[in-house]
């Protein structure tokens, strides 16, 4: 008997792994390798970091920019993925911003500066201002002090390799296996903002993180290229950073 069914295009084949679009094992590999790497950064440092002794002051900033290292990883199993499985990073992601994007991305930008101030307003009075400021961010702020070049390096982390890594992960890797398999775009925005406020890790503010997240998607799903969200994560993330230099 003759088979007469049609093989899927070899494009569609190389897209899959086990069935699931490369995009999820590029996702659960980034998660798994930030977290991963996390724990063993809390185990090696344990013990081995002391910032309590004022009578040995300490060169803090490699230490502390250290949190950031997990981060890369998020970004790594996109592209590690997308050049194994996919038509590369630039044509899977539309990585590089167009003019387009940039305006987008920071409308959109705006508008998750906006959701996040208001949405923290109303938790403020839920929460404190102890819980609802605690965070990655105050942590650098408290710990740099005033040496300009550590503080210069942590804001460009937080403006631009942040951005790019988280926006490669959710906005791409993640959202382009949930496209994939149909999953209806309105979706994807909230699945993708709600995935994004969990890795932040901070409870009092996963509200608040769950709007930003979807005002940054809307830029992807608008646009249809994660260059846009990296615009738009990059403009919400920039007045936090300026305030880097502004803290005591």
């Known amino acids: 008997?003759?088979?007469?069914?049609?093989?899927?295009?070899?494009?569609?084949?190389?897209?899959?792994?086990?069935?699931?679009?490369?995009?999820l094992l590029?996702?659960?590999?980034?998660?798994?390798?930030?977290?991963?790497?996390t724990l063993v950064?809390?185990?090696?440092?344990?013990?081995?970091?002391?910032?309590?002794?004022?009578?040995?002051?300490?060169?803090?900033?490699?230490?502390?920019?250290?949190?950031?290292?997990?981060?890369?990883?998020?970004?790594?199993?996109?592209?590690?993925?997308?050049?194994l499985r996919g038509r590369g990073p630039r044509a899977d992601f539309g990585l590089v911003p167009t003019a387009r994007d940039v305006k987008v991305g920071l409308a959109c930008g705006g508008f998750a500066l906006l959701a996040g101030y208001l949405l923290n307003l109303l938790l403020l009075g839920t929460y404190g201002p102890e819980r609802m400021f605690e965070g990655p961010l105050a942590?650098?702020?408290?710990?740099?002090?005033?040496?300009?070049?550590?503080?210069?390096?942590?804001?460009?982390?937080?403006?631009?390799?942040?951005?790019?890594?988280?926006?490669?992960?959710?906005?791409?890797?993640?959202?382009?296996?949930?496209?994939?398999?149909?999953?209806?775009?309105?979706?994807?925005?909230?699945?993708?903002a709600l995935v994004f406020a969990h890795l932040h890790d901070q409870p009092a503010r996963t509200i608040a993180l769950l709007g930003q997240g979807v005002a940054i998607g809307a830029a992807r799903l608008i646009t249809g290229r994660t260059g846009a969200s990296v615009v738009a994560h990059a403009a919400n993330n920039l007045p936090p950073a300026l305030l880097l230099f502004a803290a005591p």
């Open 1 to 23: 008997m003759v088979d007469d069914r049609e093989d899927p295009p070899p494009s569609v084949r190389a897209a899959t792994v086990l069935g699931a679009h490369w995009g």
């Open 41 to 83: 950064m809390a185990v090696v440092l344990a013990g081995h970091v002391d910032v309590g002794d004022p009578l040995q002051p300490r060169e803090l900033g490699p230490v502390i920019l250290l949190a950031f290292l997990p981060n890369l990883l998020l970004g790594l199993g996109p592209v590690v993925g997308s050049r």
């Open 139 to 192: 942590d650098l702020s408290s710990g740099l002090g005033d040496s300009l070049g550590w503080l210069v390096v942590a804001a460009v982390i937080v403006v631009l390799v942040a951005p790019v890594t988280e926006e490669l992960l959710f906005r791409g890797a993640l959202w382009n296996a949930l496209d994939h398999h149909r999953v209806p775009p309105w979706a994807i925005l909230l699945f993708t």
């Open 26 to 37: 590029a996702f659960f590999a980034g998660i798994g390798g930030y977290y991963l790497l």
